[in-house]
């Protein structure tokens, strides 16, 4: 099939020369599936996604959610191509097949989803929520799954997740919202959540929003956090959906990208409908109290991972659309002094516009293969069979989480603003989708927790935690394969030594920033170090792939060789600059005073 959503050549090719996730298949979850099962999930996904998404991409950007009545009006087409995406049994991806699921590892799912966020994010948004809210519940809330997951894994129920607050942001440690204890084990929320994606339409039977929310009494800050389920709809123990909760639809956000995705202010409590005769919104606990901030990073952290991916996909996508476009617009002459009588060549064959497509396809391969290898840890941490294989995976995953959210949400971006560049004047008007694919990632960045926060987590706290156990496990991983690099030989050999070089660099210097003691300056170019990071481990990551490519001769491999050269040759020299920076513990960020803007 031909495609300008994916490359399901680079997909085969990331999933079974170089992940080997048909060795999953011998465990004994997985046992079911083979690689004619995966590609038959894959093949599926892009069909539904060329199929039902695709086409609907630029109507519901031109056309947002409305609210008229009180109730979120979108485009028809986002409902249907949604119940194509449940029929397919898609939502319960890597859910147990007892759960009604498909169980799959969690890297062939990924590989799947990447088709619908590469064919329309927005309307992905929506199963995207849901997923994440269902497994948050079976991992942390079994005494739910009938009432809520099940439905939401048939396509009939949505998902959310309620965090932020008006008057909060980013610092969930000064929400408001409070849960009043009833007698009967239910709570009753009152408080106002702001940027809640999904947060209300007719696209199903109920929305189930996962809320943090205070108990009255517990601790200040974080500590003082709980979760709890609160459904638009009441749902019996039977199943049967009961009155409407007290969970009213105050107002929508309008984006720059992501239009098709309703995005709401919603109040708990305000008292426009009373269950039960009293307000406030029902909510029942999951997990134990003070509890829900942890237990949301279940779902958090899935997210950061689903949001490199969304990321990925944009910047792929953009990028094929961009090499198609120049390789069908002529303009100019390939050779300097050329007779301007001679035909004109078609722009793909101009050195510069070369440069920027490289550089697309080393920022949107490298972004999916780093979400890709993130995922198969997951797969890897759920089979591992002691408790110690579990903890190490676990240590590895928790190190290249924020790369694997913030790094390509910067550079798939990045690769988005080149697709542009590339189109000329065409890039930048709506007939073309390169525009669109920007404006929709440039969303990404902010997802999840910002960028600035993604760095303060790696710095701050992965790098160093259980004394640097995370930063271990992540250089064990690198020096294997430096280590099978300089074994090859040749150019891989030298790749390898340079990436070592800087590797080497970037343990000394985060040694270095703590050994200071001087946290405030060692924290406040963390942004920088999220970056300097996120490249020496993209730089690995196309080392891999080149050493996976070693001995194809097809245009397909050499592409590959070539994308990892440009990494290694154009990109990893970016490191020097943010790597003296932080040795120096530059101090000029903290030393700038407010009325000095």
Not at 324 to 353: F, L, M, T
Not at 527 to 537: A, P
Request: aromatic share 8%; glycine share 10%.
């Amino acid at each position: 099939m031909r495609t300008l959503l994916l490359n399901p050549r680079d997909l085969e090719f990331l999933l079974y020369r170089w992940l080997d996730v048909e060795a999953l298949t011998k465990h004994p979850r997985f046992t079911e599936h083979s690689r004619e099962t995966f590609d038959a999930v894959l093949a599926l996904s892009a069909e539904i996604a060329e199929t039902h998404f695709a086409p609907h991409n630029k109507k519901a950007d031109a056309n947002e959610p409305r609210f008229v009545d009180g109730k979120v009006e979108l485009i028809p087409e986002v409902a249907t191509a949604l119940r194509a995406f449940a029929a397919a049994g898609l939502p319960g991806a890597t859910v147990a097949t007892e759960l009604g699921g498909i169980q799959l590892p969690a890297v062939v799912a990924q590989a799947s989803f990447a088709w619908f966020h590469a064919a329309n994010t927005g309307t992905a948004a929506y199963p995207f929520l849901t997923i994440a809210n269902a497994n948050l519940l079976i991992a942390h809330g079994e005494q739910y799954v009938e009432r809520f997951v099940r439905p939401m894994l048939e396509g009939r129920f949505f998902g959310t997740m309620c965090l932020s607050e008006p008057q909060a942001g980013s610092s969930l440690a000064d929400i408001t919202t409070r849960a009043e204890p009833q007698g009967d084990g239910s709570y009753r929320l009152f408080g106002t959540k702001m940027w809640i994606s999904g947060g209300d339409h007719e696209l199903g039977e109920n929305i189930v929003h996962l809320v943090l929310a205070r108990i009255p009494g517990g601790p200040a800050g974080t500590r003082g956090i709980s979760l709890f389920v609160v459904p638009r709809f009441l749902v019996g123990e039977d199943g049967v959906l009961g009155e409407r909760n007290d969970v009213t639809l105050a107002g929508l956000n309008h984006k720059m990208g992501f239009r098709g995705t309703v995005n709401t202010l919603l109040n708990f409590g305000e008292g426009t409908h009373t269950p039960g005769g009293a307000p406030g919104a029902i909510g029942y606990l999951v997990g134990a109290e003070h509890r829900g901030l942890s237990l949301m990073f279940h779902m958090m952290n899935e997210a950061r991972i689903g949001v490199g991916l969304v990321a990925a996909a944009l910047g792929y996508t953009g990028y094929l659309k961009s090499l198609e476009y120049a390789r069908g617009r002529p303009q100019g002459r390939a050779k300097v002094g050329a007779d301007p009588a001679s035909p004109q060549r078609p722009i793909v064959e101009h050195a510069d516009v070369r440069r920027m497509l490289l550089a697309q396809k080393s920022y949107a391969e490298g972004a999916l293969a780093l979400v890709l290898y993130s995922a198969r840890l997951v797969d890897e941490q759920r089979i591992a069979e002691t408790e110690d294989e579990r903890r190490r995976l676990g240590l590895l995953l928790d190190i290249l989480t924020p790369i694997a959210k913030s790094w390509p949400s910067q550079w798939c971006l990045t690769a988005n603003d080149l697709a542009i560049q590339v189109l000329g004047g065409y890039g930048y008007t709506r007939e073309y989708d390169v525009e669109q694919h920007y404006r929709d990632n440039r969303l990404n960045p902010i997802h999840e927790g910002t960028h600035g926060i993604q760095g303060l987590d790696l710095l701050g706290r992965k790098v160093t935690q259980q004394g640097g156990a995370s930063l271990l496990a992540l250089d064990a991983r690198i020096r294997a394969t430096l280590d099978a690099a300089a074994a090859a030989g040749g150019e891989a050999g030298a790749l390898g030594a340079g990436l070592g070089t800087v590797w080497q660099r970037v343990v000394e210097v985060t040694a270095g920033l703590f050994a200071s003691g001087d946290i405030e300056a060692a924290l406040a170019n963390s942004s920088v170090y999220l970056e300097v990071f996120g490249h020496t481990v993209v730089a690995w990551i196309w080392l891999e792939q080149y050493l996976a490519a070693a001995e194809g001769e097809d245009a397909f491999h050499e592409g590959k060789r070539q994308a990892a050269r440009y990494f290694h040759r154009y990109e990893l020299p970016r490191t020097g600059a943010g790597l003296e920076l932080l040795a120096s513990l530059d101090r000029t960020t903290l030393d700038m005073r407010e009325e000095w803007f």
